[in-house]
Structures are given as C-alpha cells and as structure tokens.
C-alpha cells in the first residue's frame, strides 16, 4: 500500500491541555498512528522514536521546553513511568494492540526482512544481538511447522524478550536488559497486567482503526483525523500461514499472556466512555 505523507505542520499548534505518551508497541500501526498526530499538532510538537533520544527526565524536559507535546516511541510502561515521574508533568497515555497471532508472524517477519538482498546496509546497522535473531530465522522454513515450533520453543533470552508475549511485555516490564526482561511471561502476570493497563487513558485496535482513532482522540484531547492508507507495511518476501490452525497453536505458546490482554481490552477497555 501507499505510505501516508505527512502534512505541512500548522503554523500555530493547538495547545493541549496535557501533554500525550503514545506508547508505540511494534508492528501494531502505531506509525500510522504517528502520521495522524503529526498531521494534527505539526511534526516539530510530535517527538517519534523516542527510545532513541529521551532517556531520562531532564531529556524530556529539554524537549517540552521547545514545544513537543506528545511524546511516541518503543519506550515500555516502566520506563516511561521512570522518565516522566519525577516531572511535574500529568500525562495523557495511550496505545495500540494487534491481535496477538498476527502480530507475533508480522514481529517475526521484520526481522527475518533484514535478510533482504537489498537490506543489507540495514542489517549491519543492527546490533549483535538483532542480526543473530535475524540470522537465525533466516535459517528456519517458516513453512515447516516443525521448524517453526522448534525455534519457538528454544528461544534466548534476547528472542524471549522480543517474541515472548511482547504486547504485554509493554505494560509490564521496563525495557531495560536485566534477568526480568528475559522471564518469560504467564497468566500469573494477568493481575498485574491488569493493573499496568488500567493506567492508561485509553487502548485502540489495529483491525478497528476508522472506529477507534476518534475514540483515543476524545481520550487524549487531539483532533485525530482518520486516513484510509497504511505506513511502515511489511517488507519480508517469505510469509508465516496464520490461516493454518497448526500454525496458529504454534503462535500461541508464545502469545497465551497477549490473548489475555486482548480480550480483556476489547471487553473492558476497548469502548467510549464519558
């Protein structure tokens, strides 16, 4: 599909009332959901990608001092809440889920894309760690369901903290690398799942995005306005068969916490209130 070009940023951005985190869990649409907020505030007020340039809490000042107001990126919850809690800030949050068997073939895919002729140059800019995953699933039929269940069954710690449950691995965990971030996750986790989704003001859906971009506008106080494009699709030449309810089983020995967060949020956090 076609990218979505960004509109020319408004000469004078309205002002929110409170600042926005959007907190952009890959392969979820969430560079759509860039575009929109650019598109209503103006690039230079919208800070994307910030897991690679606000780090701590005077880097987050720094930039609401220049006029940011939202704040996106693949920053997980403890993290964030690390950064912005000792600010007097109060920030408006919000997110985006992909059902959880599409997301973890569509997670598995970016990676596997690096191993593109034409992406090379991309995949040395990759630290170790990534292009030993990328190496490895280049190594896998992803046709083969028995190779397919045999990598997901002996992931490493670094593949446990990207392909293990990493929706709610969002919510839970803080990003840094540490024993906890290579636990992997169970139901034990759903209380405190619970808890950790809660906090947010609101949770949209990568399959309902018409219906739900005026629903997280009303929540975070910005003009949304949806758009009939896709950005950032997938680029892998190889496909994972999640029509094939073998395959399907295999996703879901990693993706049985996700299931849990993504009926719980359709069910109770999905929906309008006022």
């Not at 190594?139 to 190779?147: E, K, N, P, R, S």
């Amino acid at each position: 599909m076609n990218e979505v070009t960004v509109m020319d940023p408004a000469r004078n951005a309205p002002v929110l009332a409170e600042p926005v985190f959007f907190m952009h869990i890959a392969k979820t649409a969430g560079s759509y959901v860039n575009v929109l907020l650019q598109n209503a505030l103006g690039a230079p007020h919208v800070a994307t990608h910030i897991e690679s340039r606000i780090g701590s809490s005077a880097d987050l000042m720094r930039a609401y001092s220049r006029g940011v107001q939202v704040f996106s990126g693949h920053v997980m919850h403890g993290l964030w809440h690390d950064i912005a809690a000792p600010t007097e800030l109060c920030f408006k949050t919000f997110t985006l889920l992909r059902d959880p068997i599409e997301h973890l073939a569509s997670h598995l895919l970016w990676l596997d894309h690096y191993n593109r002729p034409e992406k090379r140059k991309e995949y040395l800019q990759l630290d170790e760690a990534h292009r030993r995953i990328s190496d490895r699933i280049a190594a896998i039929d992803l046709t083969d369901v028995g190779q397919l269940d045999a990598y997901l069954t002996s992931l490493s710690g670094h593949e446990v903290r990207l392909f293990d449950n990493c929706q709610a691995r969002y919510f839970l965990m803080s990003g840094r690398r540490d024993m906890e971030a290579i636990r992997p996750l169970s139901l034990a986790d759903a209380k405190a799942l619970r808890q950790a989704a809660a906090k947010f003001d609101a949770i949209g859906f990568q399959d309902r995005l018409e219906e739900d971009v005026p629903r997280l506008a009303k929540a975070v106080g910005i003009d949304l306005k949806y758009l009939e494009k896709r950005v950032n699709p997938a680029q892998s030449s190889r496909k994972i068969d999640t029509s094939n309810p073998l395959v399907r089983q295999i996703l879901s020995k990693r993706t049985i916490v996700d299931q849990w967060l993504w009926r719980h949020a359709r069910l109770e956090l999905g929906t309008t209130s006022d």
